[in-house]
């Protein structure tokens, strides 16, 4: 897998909480989790979209599959 980056996520901590480190395992862990989930909607919005007869995945697609699939978390 593991098509993200690992840095964008230790930027994100400092973000959220700059006091903060986070080990390699951990970041492993929340590109892996962050990928999983975007597979995920990425899939769902693939249905949605042929389910419409479209060729086309659109941003309501998008955002209807992450509606379904935190649903169902």
Do not use: H
Not at 25 to 33: L, Q
Not at 57 to 73: E, F, H, N, P, W
């Amino acid at each position: 897998m593991a098509e993200l980056a690992i840095a964008p996520f230790k930027r994100m901590l400092r973000k959220v909480a700059p006091d903060m480190k986070i080990s390699d395992p951990a970041k492993r862990e929340i590109r892996n989790m962050a990928e999983r989930f975007a597979m995920d909607v990425l899939r769902g919005a693939i249905e949605i979209t042929k389910i419409s007869k479209r060729r086309t995945v659109m941003v309501g697609d998008i955002r209807a599959a992450k509606r379904q699939l935190v649903k169902t978390i």
